[in-house]
Structure formats: C-alpha cells, structure tokens
C-alpha cells in the first residue's frame, strides 16, 4: 500500500477521528501485525500536539491459547495494575483509538460457557470506569486488513491481493481520497441535516416489515434526539467515534419493542461468525432466538443471558440500503463496515447522549429516563432491500420513514 496514502490515513484518524488536543494522552489499542500502520498514527498524534501516546497491543493468539489453557480464575482476575490504569484514564481522560484487524473466526473452537463466565465476571468490575467516562473523552474505531480478515472477504484471492482488495474498500468507505476532511466536513453535514429532519418529525413509534419475515416494532420516548456523524464531548471537543459512518441513531424505550426482527446479514460474535439468525421480543425483551444452526443458537443465547440488559434494545440506527458500503458488494464479516450497510438495531448499553439537552441534566435527571444499561453493545444488521419503515408521531400524523431499503423522508 502506498506510504502517502497510508499516512494520509492516519492524519485522518488523528485529526478528525479523535481530534488529539493539544497537551492530550493518547491510548491506541492495536493487533501486534498493524505495528506497520500503528507508526504512522503514532506519528500524527504526536504532530497534532498529543503529550504521550501508548500502545496496548492485542493477540488474538494469546487470547484463544489463555481461554484453552487457563481456568475461570485467572482469566478472570482483576489485578491492582489494571484497575489502576482504569482510575488512571478516567482521571487523565485519553483520546483512545480502536484499530480493528480482527480475524472474524479467531474465537472458533474457545470454550464459549469459560468465555461467557469471565465476561460476566470482568463486566461489572470494569462497567463503572466506563460509565465514569462517558461523553468526557474522544474516541474511534478504525480498520485495517489483516491477512485472515481479507481471506475471509476474498477466499479466492492470494493473500497479497486479498489484503489489497480490503484496503482499497476500506479507504474508499473512509473517504481517503481527495481532500479527506473536507470529505468529512461534508459527510457530516449531510448526516446532520437528515437526522434533523428525523427530530423535526417528534417520531414516537418505529413499524419495520420485510420479506424476510420481520415485522416488528418499537417506540421512543419524546425526550430522546436521533444523532449521526460527528459527536462532542462534554468540554465541547468534536471527535468521529465510527469512521466509516453511515447511520442515524437514537435510543428506543426498552420495554416496548415487540414482533420480530431476522438479521440480513452474518454477525461476529465472541470471535465466531454466526448467520440465519432472529430475535423474538415481547415488551422489550427477547424471548426466543430464532436460528436454523443450532451452535448460532446456543451462541446467540449465551450473548443475552450476559445481564439483563443483554436482551434488551439500546440502539435503533437507520441506514439506506444503497449506502457506499453495501455498494461494495462486500459482507466485511466486521461490525464497523456491515453496520454501516444497513439498517440495524443493537442490543445493550444504551446512549446517554441521545437524551435531549443530556449535557445539562444532572445524574439523577439522566438515570430517570430509563434508558437501557448493559456490560454490552452489539449491533445486528436487519436492512435489506425491501424494508419498509413507518412512524406514528407524537404530533398525530403517520409517516413513511423507508420504502424499498432507503430513505422515503
């Protein structure tokens, strides 16, 4: 891959991803192959002002060989060290960057019942530093090929053109070419201006049908805003937490989603890619999942059973089916990418930033609206290229919001 462009990329990452201030810590958590692109970002938050930047390198290796050979115990064991680091970052607040490379299957073959047990012992211990973080630092996640990602996506291709093919669409997505930022300056402008139309709309009751066999719905509360694009933290610094980005999204009420909802295309989960999969909610919980592969099932059940807010909803994002990512013609086997495609719906952690005015609500205020809290967040795609999304609004009118996959507003 060219040097320029390579570098291009990452100024993009370091000046509009996290927007590194001047003064300001850098943490990058990175797989150990990305060492060749890592350089590069390092480089451009140190010339955008940034005091110290730190690397946390990630080994998908020596993840999966810990949950063969470890017991419960010492996987789950939350040293002095790490919960110092935590206190560490909720004091200094670090930009932080995701550079995700991930092998889709990296996880095939790990006990998922150990997976499962050391994530329902490490989420609540780490779950209040992250809370204690919110919407005060800037942060995004970013991607880049590895070798077995690009096999995934292109199995017929040597490696090197695999690895060629992905960069390309993930440049491309990323709006590398031309002027980047001034990209970015528009992009976010256009997602800006349709999320408003969304809000002017005051949308009380979200109705999805398709042929696939999702029918299904679920409501918003009126003091809840839809976002996209750009975000701002709480000091007013504007950072892009996705980047590619296609969505508008907000947070529903978690007790009324109800009917059911088929996800069009494959999800990675817990390091293993399952597909052919559904949920079935009643009064905002997923009462039955619905896959045609037992092992997905079993997978997907284990997912939910996390906490109690793992069956529930925290996110319902709307993303035309002729987005630049589905004209790719690739399924990225990633959730950065397929997210960004279509349509989806996440279950999980809800976001706080999506109440209206919630920079000027007190905790208390913020923790009546009730939004859904979970250790998880895991988006799931359901836009194929006949959905059809309609809305009951608070002002009395109903309304078109989708027809034939895209945008009907």
Known sequence: ?????????????ARVGVNVQKGQDV??????????????????CYKAGARKVVVDW?????????YKYQKVESLSEFPVWKEEKLKYQVEKLPARIFIDSADPDAMAGVDQEKMTAVRRILGPKTMPYREAMENKYQWTIVGIPSEAWAKKIFPNETKSNAMKKLWDAILKTTRIYGNP????????KNLRDKYTKLNDLKIKTLYYTASNGTNFNVSIKDCMVWNGGDETTLSGVIFQPNMPTEECFTSPDKTTANGVVYASKPLSVMGKVVDNFGFRFENGKIVEVLAQNSEHKELLEKLISLDEGARQLGEVALVPFDSPINQTGLLFYNTLYDENACCHLAIGRAFNDCIRDFDKKSEEEIKAVDLNISMIHVDFMIGTRDLHIEADTYDGNHVVIFDNGTWAI
């Open 27 to 44: 943490n990058i958590a990175a797989g150990v192959s990305d060492e060749y692109f890592v350089k590069y970002v390092i480089e451009e």
């Open 1 to 13: 891959m060219n040097k320029t462009i390579l570098k291009n990329y990452a100024k993009l990452i």
């Open 181 to 188: 930022i001034e990209n970015w300056k528009e992009h976010n």
């Open 58 to 66: 990630i080994s998908d290796i020596e993840t999966k060989l810990g």
